[in-house]
């Protein structure tokens, strides 16, 4: 049998399981792949129409992965991947512009581009917490900066007037004393990928369970693990020391209840192609370690 894959995804937990030997302790026999420090960022560089759906139409290498949860749905729901309905998290994001920029709320931000991933969570993040402030044709999104560290580079040089920001980027933008328009915190769900044992899955899930309670416990203790997210030309500026705890892993179903709402927000929304979406199932989009023993 091959080794389970893991990686991390923008966040804190797999990089606390790892250094405290937590997948080992569950009798895990992994191989933990660190690809963004590595890359330098180059495989969020991607702009335009290429986002985290067509990311995984590519497929993934790892057994588990992540993307926003309505990206998700659609992923699954087209047979590329399973959603995980065992948990999901909840990853603290919003829209920032300069200290000095004109933009002081979101009202100001009617036909303002605001750089965001296309269908990634920034994409619906940014529409959904807009549309409290905004009539649809008055919310403008820009995707020519492309995916996370990418954009929040292009920010960073003044590229774009607005970019919506999540986790580690979130926090560094409010360490350098850009200004938060609009929180918009979202979903994420969780990706199986292959066919790995659903036994290795409970192992995998409850590592990090455990990585959780650490992490909400002393999180000043484990910022530090932000820079193994971030491409080294950042490091030298970054004090994680000032950081909050970024996403959090919620051990709750992903409910059929809230896969449907979801669903029927990105087909009103016209995010993907009319009948692009696939079956809207969730029984059959969705994967459960209960469901399989």
Same mark, same amino acid.
């Given at each position: 049998m091959s080794k389970f894959k893991i990686e991390p995804h923008?966040?804190?937990q797999e990089w606390v399981a790892e250094?405290?030997?937590?997948?080992?302790?569950?009798?895990?026999?992994?191989?933990? @792949?660190?690809?963004?420090?590595?890359?330098?960022?180059?495989?969020?560089?991607?702009?335009?129409?290429?986002?985290?759906?067509?990311? $995984?139409?590519k497929g993934r290498e790892s057994n588990i992965t992540c993307a926003c949860h309505w990206t998700v749905n659609v992923a699954a729901?087209?047979?590329?991947?399973?959603?995980?309905?065992?948990?999901?998290?909840?990853?603290?994001?919003? $829209?920032?512009?300069?200290?000095?920029?004109s933009i002081k709320s979101p009202a100001d931000l009617a036909n303002v581009p605001v750089s965001v991933g296309f269908q990634s969570g920034s994409h619906y993040a940014?529409?959904?917490?807009?549309?409290?402030?905004?009539?649809?044709?008055?919310? @403008?999104?820009?995707?020519?900066?492309?995916?996370?560290?990418?954009?929040?580079?292009?920010?960073?040089?003044g590229k774009s007037q607005a970019a919506t920001l999540f986790g580690g980027p979130y926090y560094f933008a409010e360490q350098l004393g850009y200004r938060k328009v609009i929180d918009t915190t979202f979903m994420?769900?969780?990706? $199986?990928?292959?066919?790995?044992?659903?036994?290795?899955?409970?192992?995998?899930?409850?590592?990090?369970?455990?990585?959780?309670?650490?992490i909400d416990l002393r999180p000043e203790q484990f910022t530090h693990y932000y820079k193994?997210?971030?491409?080294?030309?950042?490091?030298?500026?970054?004090?994680?020391?000032?950081?909050?705890?970024?996403?959090r892993i919620v051990f709750e179903p992903y409910s059929k209840e809230v896969f449907e709402q979801s669903f029927?927000?990105?087909?009103?929304?016209?995010?993907?192609?009319?009948?692009?979406?696939?079956?809207?199932?969730?029984?059959?989009?969705?994967i459960s370690i209960a469901a399989n023993g």
């Open positions: 923008f966040r804190l250094e405290k030997g937590y997948f080992r302790a569950e009798g895990l026999d992994y191989e933990f @792949k660190e690809f963004i420090r590595s890359t330098n960022g180059a495989h969020h560089a991607t702009s335009g129409h290429s986002g985290a759906f067509q990311s $995984i139409e729901s087209r047979g590329h991947t399973k959603l995980f309905a065992d948990a999901y998290s909840v990853a603290p994001s919003g $829209i920032f512009v300069r200290a000095d920029s940014t529409i959904q917490a807009l549309e409290s402030y905004l009539a649809p044709e008055q919310i @403008k999104l820009s995707f020519d900066e492309g995916m996370l560290f990418h954009r929040m580079e292009a920010f960073f040089d994420i769900g969780a990706m $199986i990928n292959g066919d790995p044992d659903m036994e290795e899955v409970r192992k995998y899930f409850q590592a990090l369970r455990r990585a959780q309670r650490d193994m997210e971030f491409p080294e030309r950042f490091h030298a500026a970054m004090d994680t020391r000032r950081w909050g705890p970024g996403e029927e927000w990105i087909a009103r929304h016209e995010i993907f192609e009319a009948g692009s979406m696939g079956s809207g199932n969730y029984d059959q989009s969705v």
